[in-house]
């Protein structure tokens, strides 16, 4: 199954820069969209989409409601790390799924929750 996901930002610099420095993504301008909207490639065969927050909160008939996604790493430790380091905040922090993973939830530059786990079976 193929995933596809968006991120929405108040400010689109601001938001790529972080994720390029957290997770090494790349993006690209999208071409005669009716927004300006950023292609995402992540580098393992994922695929998402920037674009600018269309309201300050999602109005109640026809709104965006969030959906976390999580994203695995290598060192739990260091993506954590990073992201403290680029302005994120912790928003849930790390556990054990145990027998699973490393996991945690932080708020990106822009107030997006999202999550991070390191594959581990001896987790616990």
């Not at 790529?16 to 995402?40: H, L, M, N, Q």
């Not at 600018?52 to 008939?61: L, Q, T, V, Y």
Request: hydrophobic share 35%; net charge negative; charged share 25%.
């Amino acid at each position: 199954m193929a995933i596809y996901f968006e991120i929405q930002a108040d400010q689109t610099e601001r938001a790529r820069r972080f994720y390029t420095d957290v997770f090494g993504w790349k993006f690209a301008k999208a071409v005669g969209t009716p927004v300006e909207y950023w292609r995402i490639e992540t580098g393992d065969g994922g695929r998402g989409g920037l674009l600018e927050r269309p309201a300050a909160s999602p109005p109640s008939d026809c709104g965006t409601n969030a959906y976390v996604c999580s994203f695995e790493v290598t060192n739990y430790d260091d993506a954590a790390d990073a992201i403290l380091k680029l302005g994120g905040t912790i928003a849930l922090r790390k556990f054990a799924v145990p027998g699973v993973c490393w996991q945690g939830y932080f708020l990106d530059t822009e107030g997006n929750t999202f999550g991070v786990f390191q594959p581990d079976s001896k987790a616990g």
